[in-house]
């Protein structure tokens, strides 16, 4: 596996430290040849589930919140997963229902798995360029 | 003269942002906005220079043409229809809740 194949990292504990994970990740998409137009999609939707996974107040009851991020051949897929569960929650603020709709709207699907403990979001998103 | 009076006390405030509008950076434009609005009746909010705009940014976006319509002042937004800002507020379909204009000479031509 080269080293631009896949991006993966731990989903910080604090929000303000987000944008060094967005720097981090609009890296290896631009090393990945992922068009700016593209790129800039994935990063928001990636941003606002990270932040989402971040501020939701469940006790964690597994590792790290991860995101990996995998070139693909048509496009690029994001995961991030965390040890809690969204179902009953509300966040204290009413941002995130925002959020959530921005991400799906920048990437082709999304999809949020809850069929263990834990969540993971799914985000795939093509790009004109081939990897 | 009278009407000259007037629009020289509420000659437009500008206030351009650059980088990012999100949860990181958020309270610091609006306190900015704020400032701009205690002595003018208009503020034009330059996004030109955004690249990253987030829900957060969205929020607080709304949040300060709040605050100013709630003094009886209004918010202008700058958003080349080519930039970040402008396609997030279309995806959205905000783009009717905001005055946007294509560049600063538009929002300083107009008479709000």
């Known amino acids: ?66 995101i990996v991020a995998t070139r693909q051949p048509l496009g690029v897929q994001v995961v991030v997963e965390d040890s809690g569960s969204w179902r009953h929650v509300r966040s204290p603020r009413s941002d995130r229902g925002l959020g959530l709709r921005l991400a799906r709207a920048m990437v082709d699907c999304m999809s949020v798995v809850r069929d263990r403990p834990g969540t993971a979001v799914i985000l795939w998103r093509s790009t004109k360029s081939a990897a | 003269m009278a009407l000259d009076e007037e629009r020289r006390v509420t000659e437009p405030a500008i206030v351009e942002l650059s980088g990012g509008l999100d949860l990181a950076s958020v309270a610091r434009w609006e306190a900015e906005v704020g400032k701009a609005g205690t002595g003018s009746g208009t503020v034009v909010l330059d996004l ?11 929020h607080g976006l709304f949040r300060m043409l709040a605050g100013l319509d709630a003094q009886g002042k209004r918010l202008v937004v700058v958003a080349p229809r080519e930039g970040r800002a402008r396609r997030l507020l279309e995806i959205l379909d905000l783009q009717r809740l905001v005055v946007m204009c294509e560049s600063r000479e538009e929002a300083l031509g107009n008479r709000w």
């Open chain 1, 1 to 66: 596996m080269d080293d631009t194949s896949a991006f993966s990292c731990a989903i910080p504990d604090r929000l303000e430290a987000l944008p060094e994970l967005r720097s981090a990740l609009r890296s290896w998409l631009a090393e990945s040849g992922v068009e700016p137009d593209a790129a800039e999609d994935i990063v928001l939707a990636a941003w606002e589930v990270c932040a989402n996974a971040i501020e939701h107040p469940v006790a964690r009851s597994g590792p790290d919140t991860t």
């Open chain 2, 48 to 58: 030109t220079g955004v690249d990253f705009l987030d829900s957060a940014g969205v």
